[in-house]
C-alpha cells in the first residue's frame, strides 16, 4: 500500500468467521467430503412462503427499483410496531420510534458511531458478541469488558458493575437471550437494566435477535417503565424468520435516539430495495403458529447437538434458550476444536473468541438438520 491504514483499524481484525470460512474453503479443496460447519447460526431453513411471494410479486411491478426513503416504507415500520405490540406487548410509534436498518449488526456500527467519540468508555460483556467490541474500537472508543459468568446464571454483576469507575461510560451492550451463553432474558434483569443506566446516564443497548429462538415468552427491555429514557433495542428478522441473508433488521427507542443513528445511516446508504421491505413486513405478520413449528424443529436439533457434546464431554445447560448449545469443556476446548476441524471435517465454535471467560467453552449452531449432526458425531468418533 502506498499509505497506512487508518490509526483506528489497528486493533481490529478481519471478523473471526470471515477468516475461519477461508479455511474451511481450503480444507474443502483438499477433502473428499466437505467440512460440516456447525459454526455460524445462519438458519437454513425456507423463510415464510408469504414473504418470498411478496418479494417476487413486487419485484415484477414498475416504479420500485429506485432509491427508497432512508426513514424505511411506512408498511414496514408498521409492520414492525405491530410485531411489538403483539409479541413484546410494547407500543411504538411507527413515524419516529422504529427504524428499519440493512440487519441489527448495522445497527451496532451506526449506534456506535452516533453516540461515541473519541475516548468515551463503552461496557461490553465477555462473553459476548465480537462486534460489540470491534465497533466501538473503529469509533476510538475504550473498552470496558463485563464478565458474566457460568455460576451467575451468566448475568451482569451488577455489584461489581457498580465498583468501577463508571466516569465517561456513556454506553452498555447487553444481550438476551445471550449469544453466546443462551442464558434467558427476565423481567427482574431488565428492570435492573434500567435502573442502572437511569442512575449512572448510560445508555443501555439491548441487542434482542434470539428472543423467539426456543423461547414461549419473548421479552423486550422496552417494557419496562422509563426504559425509554435511557433503552435502544435492536432485533432482527435474521433468526427468527429464517431471513439472515435478507439483511432486515431495526432498532426501536425514543424519537431522538432514533433520529441521531438515522442522521448517521442516511450518509451511508439510500435506502432498503422496496419489495424486500414489504416481503419483511408480510413475515413479521406471521401469527404464533410459525414460531412453534420454527421451535419444534429447533427443540430436535439442540436433542442432536447435545449427543455430540455428551460424547466430547461437555458439560451444557439444556434449558438454554437461543441459536446455539453452548458447554464447558476445559482447558483445551480451542485445541479440541482445531483438532475436529482438521482432522474429522467438523467445526465447532471454540468460545475464546467471545472472550476471556469463554476459553474453556465450545459453541455449537443449531443451524442444521438433524442428520447432519448425526453424520458429524459418527466423523468425530473416528478421531476421539
Not at 470496558?144 to 451467575?152: G, H, N, W
Not at 458447554?327 to 482445531?338: F, L, N, Q, Y
Not at 449432526?373 to 459418527?378: G, Y
Request: hydrophobic content about 40%; proline content about 6%; aromatic content about 10%.
Amino acid at each position: 500500500m502506498i499509505v497506512e491504514a487508518a490509526e483506528r483499524t489497528r486493533e481490529v481484525r478481519e471478523y473471526y468467521f470471515s477468516r475461519k470460512n477461508r479455511q474451511i474453503a481450503e480444507l474443502n479443496a483438499r477433502r473428499d467430503t466437505p467440512v460440516i460447519n456447525l459454526g455460524i447460526g445462519s438458519p437454513d431453513r425456507r423463510p415464510p412462503q408469504e414473504a418470498i411471494d411478496t418479494l417476487c410479486d413486487m419485484a415484477q411491478q414498475d416504479g420500485v427499483h429506485a432509491y427508497q426513503s432512508y426513514l424505511g416504507a411506512p408498511q414496514l415500520r408498521e409492520a414492525f410496531a405491530r410485531w411489538y405490540e403483539r409479541y413484546y406487548d410494547v407500543k411504538l410509534d411507527p413515524s419516529c420510534e422504529i427504524q428499519p436498518l440493512t440487519g441489527s449488526k448495522e445497527g451496532i456500527l451506526l449506534l456506535s458511531l452516533a453516540f461515541l467519540d473519541k475516548g468515551d468508555k463503552v461496557l461490553v460483556p465477555d462473553p459476548g458478541y465480537p462486534t460489540y467490541t470491534s465497533a466501538s474500537r473503529l469509533c476510538e472508543a475504550q473498552i470496558l469488558s463485563y464478565d458474566l459468568r457460568e455460576e451467575d446464571g451468566w448475568m451482569p454483576d451488577f455489584d461489581a458493575l457498580e465498583a468501577m469507575d463508571l466516569s465517561g461510560v456513556k454506553m452498555m451492550w447487553t444481550n438476551y437471550p445471550n449469544m453466546p451463553t443462551g442464558a434467558p432474558a427476565s423481567r427482574a434483569l431488565y428492570e435492573r437494566l434500567v435502573r442502572f443506566g437511569l442512575e449512572h446516564n448510560i445508555l443501555i443497548c439491548n441487542d434482542n435477535p434470539y428472543s423467539f429462538i426456543l423461547n414461549d415468552k419473548p421479552l423486550s427491555i422496552l417494557s419496562v417503565p422509563r426504559a425509554r429514557e435511557c433503552c435502544v433495542e435492536l432485533n432482527s428478522l435474521s433468526k427468527a424468520h429464517n431471513m439472515s441473508g435478507w439483511r432486515v433488521g431495526m432498532i426501536a427507542g425514543e424519537r431522538e435516539y432514533v433520529s441521531e443513528l438515522l442522521k448517521v445511516k442516511s450518509q451511508m446508504d439510500s435506502g432498503m430495495f422496496r419489495p424486500l421491505q414489504f416481503a419483511a413486513a408480510a413475515a413479521l405478520d406471521r401469527g404464533p403458529e410459525w414460531f412453534e413449528k420454527l421451535n419444534g424443529e429447533y427443540r430436535l436439533r439442540k436433542q442432536a447437538a447435545a449427543r455430540i457434546f455428551d460424547y466430547l464431554g461437555v458439560k451444557y445447560n439444556p434449558d438454554s434458550q437461543g441459536l446455539f448449545l453452548w458447554g464447558k469443556r476445559g482447558p483445551d476446548a480451542e485445541a479440541v476444536s482445531d483438532r475436529l476441524l482438521e482432522e474429522a471435517g467438523v467445526f465447532i465454535t471454540p468460545g475464546f473468541i467471545f472472550g476471556k471467560n469463554g476459553r474453556e467453552y465450545l459453541r455449537i449452531s443449531l443451524c442444521a438438520e438433524p442428520g447432519v449432526f448425526e453424520e458429524a458425531l459418527e466423523r468425530i468418533r473416528k478421531v476421539i
